[in-house]
């Protein structure tokens, strides 16, 4: 039998105390802890790893609408960063920017620019025409206070800020060898209210954008890089490191909360869950136990009456192996305030873990343990 950490202990307890003895005002508070997790991250649009998932639902798109609004003057617009907090998630400190400096980082506008001469050798004033696409904005860096409930089960995210990113290539960089990401100007929604009322921008939201994309929790990159090389190598390749990535709050405690109480409820059969490809065939618990890494169910299940054994399953289970969720999503966008709201429809806890091949190399490897419907 394998001994139980400490702290799988006293996650057990708190997950056995909610199992059996919640009280009914004990039920919306916030499971991640503390009761608001305010968490930064990007989302790439354009290159999702879920390309048949994600589809815009307006003829406008997420990006055209916040664009326009933006060029149009007609919302007030923010520096990317608060001033002297290099923190993405801090939207306290504010200050505005103007149209100059957003068409600056778009190179939208004309500019003089010194260059050598390749035939004398001497620097020239050379004029370089603005240009600048809209499908160079391929990702978006959200600013976010989450909330997961127990019952019934919900997940809320509150949009604070919406910061579009550029990917683009340098005008002097003609074989594209050096891609470079430059943050455009950020958008706190809250702030654009001060002329209306929330309740009156939710009214007029309407969805935009459906979205499925994976997000990787903040594990200690130094840490990753020191132990699994390989893996960070990986994930870093695949794009599921971002140096924008920033959850100082959402550490390992409430981690391990949100993934032990989604699969405390599938294996107690407590909500139905189902594979995370079809999204329609419900999964019976046997099958629940065995993509945890469990093979044989039999050694978590008391051997009298055949019951689940909580503290022996989630002992057995790897909590490492679980380093992030897959958000299925639908966007919805106020074109007035630009307002935005998350509606989410699924949450997918996935597992990464080592196998080894013929030759006893180790291969990482992942897999959706199922898709929760909310």
């Known amino acids: ?27 919306r508070k916030n499971t991640l802890l503390p009761e608001t ?33 933006v060029l149009a003057n007609e919302v ?10 290099y923190y993405p998630y801090s939207i306290n400190k504010s200050e505005k920017t103007g149209l100059d400096e957003i068409n600056k980082k778009m190179d939208a506008l004309d500019r003089m620019v010194r260059v050598v001469d390749a035939e004398t050798g001497d620097t020239i004033q050379q004029l370089i025409k603005g240009k600048f696409s809209r499908e160079e904005i391929k990702s978006v860096l959200f600013v976010e206070d989450w909330f997961m409930y127990e019952e019934p089960l919900s997940f809320k995210k509150d949009v604070k800020a919406v910061v579009p990113i550029r990917n683009y290539f340098s005008y002097f960089d003609s074989l594209h060898e050096n891609p470079m990401k430059r943050k455009l100007f950020r958008i706190i929604p809250e702030k654009n209210q001060e002329k209306t009322t929330r309740e009156k921008a939710q009214k007029r939201l309407k969805p935009v954008k459906e979205m499925m994309y994976e997000f990787v929790f903040n594990f200690s990159e130094t840490t990753l890089l020191q132990s699994e090389p390989e893996l960070y190598a990986l994930l870093k390749e695949n794009g599921e490191i ?9 550490n390992s405690l409430a981690q391990r909360k949100m993934i032990y109480s989604l699969i405390e409820k599938a294996v107690c059969g407590k909500i139905p869950v189902y594979d995370a490809d079809e999204m329609t065939e419900k999964l019976p618990i046997e099958e629940i136990i065995r993509r945890i890494g469990i093979e044989n169910s039999d050694d978590v299940r008391n051997p009298k009456n055949g019951k689940l054994l909580l503290d022996e399953l989630f002992s057995s289970i790897g909590y490492d192996e679980y380093r992030s ?12 305030t630009l307002l935005v709201e ?3 429809k699924s949450i997918i806890p996935v597992r990464h873990y080592k196998i080894f091949d013929e030759n006893d190399s180790i291969i990482f490897a992942k897999r959706k343990l199922f898709a929760v419907k909310l």
């Open 37 to 69: 997790m305010r968490v930064a991250y990007v989302v790439n649009l354009q290159d999702s790893l879920f390309p048949k998932n994600c589809k815009n639902l307006t003829e406008k798109s997420f990006i055209d609408i916040i664009v326009d609004k």
């Open 342 to 344: 998350k509606k989410i």
């Open 242 to 250: 971002l140096e924008d990535h920033f959850a100082p709050y959402f």
């Open 325 to 336: 969720v897959i958000f299925t999503e639908q966007w919805l966008i106020d074109e007035e």
């Open 76 to 85: 007030d617009v923010y520096q990317s960063f608060d001033v002297g907090n």
């Open 1 to 27: 039998m394998k001994r139980i950490s400490t702290i799988s202990f006293l996650l057990f307890a708190v997950l056995f105390v909610q199992c059996n003895f919640e009280k009914a005002d004990e039920k």
